[in-house]
């Protein structure tokens, strides 16, 4: 979930080894909890530092649906047995190489296009998208590029019909979001500001957004994350997963919380190739020629992890039990 770098978030995979070690292995090693939605308010004494107990929460629920023999979406009162998928895009060189690039996502069969965007990238790679590709669903997302000052080029791509654009101002504030929202027939979608319910309640009532992406690690794990999708259903405001490039492992996560109704939208739940060949997973995230990507059937995340591609992507162990902790660096690189 965590990035080497703090440039989504401001945890990393250092800070969430240290934290998980340090201070949630304390709390959780040796404890009872009798449903796993109980392990993040136990955790609470620890500020922030979401993707760390995400981290720990996610893995409680797949031993909790495990336990009881059902695949994790159905533990999580999901509904369906496949999930629509949508593909992001970054920055590219020229036009002419993000058409061939949609052109090929299309071709796989994904349900909609997500390009990035910044200040001199947006609204010439829209209209070249829409001039090739006519009416595909389309959103741009601009990881918070933009200020307010920006109000009148982000207002340019009104004209483009798209689904939203996704967090284009700071991560931190609201009250420019919704003054943004009042300027744009387009719907904001927010993204890094929503890092708790309580935030993404604050921003519903300030009508800073009409769409919100939700990613477990954001906001400290999968009931955190059902909280959150329940009060946006409450208010009509639709919601989609985001994505943080995971191997198969957290993806199959991923396809089982978007079976939750309100995840109305496609999301950024693509193939598992389109990042990590070999996965650490087999047989690998596939989508369909139709778009979707079928829910794994088998209890708990329902995916067979290969201990072998494991053991060669392992840079570090760490070991916790309610008497020892044990580190073993396992490559030079650490």
Not at 108 to 126: E, L, M, Q, S, T
Not at 263 to 280: E, I
Request: charged share 25%.
């Amino acid at each position: 979930m965590a990035e080497q770098d703090p440039y989504y978030s401001a945890e990393t995979n250092e800070t969430v080894w240290h934290i998980v070690k340090d201070f949630i292995a304390p709390r959780v090693i040796g404890a009872a909890f009798p449903h796993p939605r109980e392990i993040f308010p136990a955790l609470a004494a620890i500020r922030g530092h979401h993707m760390a107990k995400a981290a720990v929460e996610m893995a409680a629920w797949d031993l909790y649906a495990r336990l009881g023999g059902v695949p994790l979406g159905r533990a999580l009162g999901g509904t369906r047995d496949r999930i629509a998928s949508g593909v992001s895009i970054g920055i590219q060189p020229s036009l002419d190489e993000l058409a061939a690039k949609v052109d090929r996502e299309l071709t796989a069969g994904y349900r909609r296009i997500k390009i990035k965007i910044k200040p001199g990238w947006d609204v010439r790679p829209v209209e070249a998208i829409r001039a090739r590709f006519g009416a595909v669903p389309l959103m741009v997302d601009a990881n918070a590029a933009y200020t307010l000052a920006d109000a009148d080029r982000l207002a340019a791509l009104d004209g483009f019909d798209l689904m939203m654009i996704e967090q284009p101002l700071a991560d931190d504030d609201i009250a420019d979001h919704a003054t943004l929202q009042r300027r744009l027939k387009t719907p904001i979608c927010l993204d890094e500001s929503i890092k708790s319910v309580r935030a993404a309640r604050e921003a519903i009532a300030a009508g800073a957004c009409r769409v919100i992406n939700i990613k477990p690690g954001r906001v400290g794990g999968i009931a955190e994350s059902i909280a959150l999708h329940d009060l946006c259903a409450a208010h009509q405001i639709p919601v989609w997963h985001g994505g943080m490039l995971e191997s198969g492992i957290g993806r199959a996560a991923n396809i089982h919380l978007s079976t939750l109704p309100n995840f109305s939208l496609p999301g950024d739940v693509a193939a598992s190739k389109r990042y990590f060949n070999p996965d650490l997973i087999d047989p690998p995230i596939e989508v369909a020629a139709d778009g979707t990507i079928a829910v794994p059937t088998g209890p708990g995340l329902g995916v067979s992890i290969r201990e072998d591609r494991l053991e060669r992507a392992t840079l570090r162990r760490l070991t916790l039990t309610g008497e020892k902790l044990e580190v073993r660096s396992l490559k030079a690189e650490v």
